[in-house]
């Protein structure tokens, strides 16, 4: 047998490549892959921070939403049916409703001024309640409003009143109390939970912006809040309006808009041209509540309001009670429903927003809906 033998250089490559590969990582090499591995880390981290900060916020602003999707809801429910009058309840309201010889009547219908000597008379409401009760008025300083009711620029109020039932008289098509108390439409409760009665088939429902709690806590604790109080047609006072419930919380700010459409302006000695008329048809201003009560610019007062525009600004905390550090440096100001200028259209520009208040961790945020009045509306063919 032979055996192959290797010269000594071939001996000395070969110790060499084995000594290569038994070399372990260097210092170097392992700080790189440190460094590596941290700079991986940190992103790691951040982005888990980042993506529980935005589910977190993600998570508030669908709690603003649904607080002014609350709002809205309830607001929408009475101007709809704002002014709204059962016209088959008895004998003297199907006369003034249909009839249409009547001359103040027919200029109620048109917003027909030359022939109206009363702006409280124009609405079916109105005429049926001699003045007496409005389908819808609002305050920034609490003027018209019951006692007790608090108002202000930023947090205002608004009333709203219609019947609620017809009479069980055989003539209405509207259910009678006993019908309705056993239906889910809750057309006959008020919005703290009054029942209407036959007797006294006229809700009112009054709205404004409370302080839940007492203290510093109340500033940053409001409620939409509302009563209601049941009148007949002769405003007789039929109960309710014990105290203000509490329906939404985190409102800021609360304030209207009315949507005003023009008085027709056809002489005391025509009639107005149906074809022609604009008054109910259209909008022209936007007016505040004093505004709309200033007769030498608005002579038709509240009877010309076929609309109202709601402007919130809501505000929450995160929905685990932890309050999020970095909101005032995300939002370090809040909108705010006030306009710059006293603008009467429907863009006039928005005011500049406000300073966070000191210790305000919630997110705010407004929100503006308009909403028509169909019962102030004329629909003319």
């Not at 700079?39 to 977190?56: E, F, G, P, R, W």
């Not at 704002?82 to 010889?101: C, H, I, M, Y």
Request: net charge negative.
């Amino acid at each position: 047998m032979f055996e192959l033998a290797l010269p000594y250089e071939g001996y000395e490559i070969m110790y060499s490549m084995a000594k290569q590969r038994q070399q372990g990582i260097s210092l170097l090499e392992v700080m790189i892959s440190m460094l590596i591995g941290l700079i991986l880390l940190i992103a790691l981290v951040s982005l888990m921070i980042t993506a529980t900060n935005s589910s977190k916020q993600r998570a508030t602003s669908e709690l603003l939403d649904e607080q002014a999707r609350q709002i809205f809801t309830r607001l929408e429910n009475d101007l709809y049916r704002a002014g709204f009058v059962d016209s088959f309840t008895n004998e003297e309201t199907l006369k003034q409703a249909f009839d249409g010889n009547n001359e103040g009547t027919a200029a109620g219908y048109m917003r027909q001024r030359s022939k109206i000597t009363n702006p409280a008379l124009v609405t079916l409401l109105g005429r049926n309640t001699g003045g007496r009760i409005l389908p819808v008025r609002g305050s920034d300083n609490g003027t018209n409003m019951p006692t007790g009711v608090s108002c202000s620029p930023e947090r205002q109020c608004l009333q709203v009143a219609y019947q609620a039932l017809g009479a069980s008289s055989g003539l209405s098509a509207v259910a009678n109390s006993a019908q309705e108390a056993n239906s889910l439409s809750g057309a006959a409760v008020g919005c703290n939970g009054l029942q209407a009665t036959d007797a006294f088939p006229i809700l009112i429902n009054t709205y404004q912006v409370v302080k839940v709690g007492t203290g510093a806590s109340a500033e940053t604790n409001t409620s939409l809040s509302c009563s209601s109080n049941i009148r007949n047609f002769a405003n007789a006072d039929g109960g309710g309006r014990s105290g203000m419930q509490p329906s939404v919380l985190g409102v800021e700010q609360l304030v209207f808009r009315y949507l005003v459409t023009p008085e027709d302006a056809t002489a005391a000695n025509e009639d107005p041209n149906l074809d022609t008329t604009i008054s109910g048809r259209s909008v022209t201003q936007y007016l505040d509540a004093a505004g709309v009560q200033n007769i030498t610019n608005n002579p038709l007062q509240w009877a010309s309001v076929v609309g109202v525009e709601v402007c919130v600004v809501v505000a929450a905390e995160s929905l685990d009670g932890k309050r999020e550090a970095d909101i005032p440096s995300v939002q370090p100001k809040v909108p705010t429903c006030r306009r710059s200028t006293n603008d009467t259209n429907a863009n006039a520009p928005w005011a500049p927003d406000i300073p966070r208040a000191r210790g305000d961790m919630r997110l705010h945020r407004r929100y503006v809906r308009t909403i028509l009045m169909p019962n102030s509306l004329h629909l003319i063919n």
